[in-house]
Nanobody
Framework: QVQLVESGGGLVQAGGSLRLSCEAS????????MGWYRQAPGKQRELVAT???????NYADSVKGRFTISRDYAKNTVYLQMNSLKPEDTAVYYC???????????????WGQGTQVTVSS
């Protein structure tokens, strides 16, 4: 079992910045991919950004140039720096991690509980 704990959400004015953090803990053998997804009211959950072990990143077109994802491998933590926030960025942001557990080497694909980001106009 892998647990993900997010922090850093809140209320910010348009044009402002927030930094989300997500720490993974538990029976972790590997973390192959960590990422952030978001879900706005009445909409499906969508990809925001992911970062693979080795550093390859992937961003939604809507956040390219404004958001930056990064990882601290020693701390099993992923960050999302969000700049130039827009009201349409308002959503619950979920952390995701995929890899294998120890000692079983079972694959996991786990989610955090989510953190609310609200951008006022």
């Amino acid at each position: 079992q892998v647990q993900l704990v997010e922090s850093g959400g809140g209320l910010v004015q348009a044009g402002g910045s927030l930094r989300l953090s997500c720490e993974a803990s538990g029976s972790i053998f590997t973390i192959n991919l960590m990422g952030w997804y978001r879900q706005a009211p009445g909409k499906q959950r969508e990809l925001v950004a992911t970062v693979a072990t080795g550093g390859n990143t992937n961003y939604a077109d809507s956040v390219k140039g404004r958001f930056t994802i990064s990882r601290d491998y020693a701390k099993n933590t992923v960050y999302l720096q969000m700049n130039s926030l827009k009201p349409e960025d308002t959503a619950v942001y979920y952390c995701n991690a995929r890899g294998r557990t120890r000692p079983s080497l079972f694959e996991y694909n786990d989610w955090g509980q989510g953190t609310q980001v609200t951008v006022s106009s």
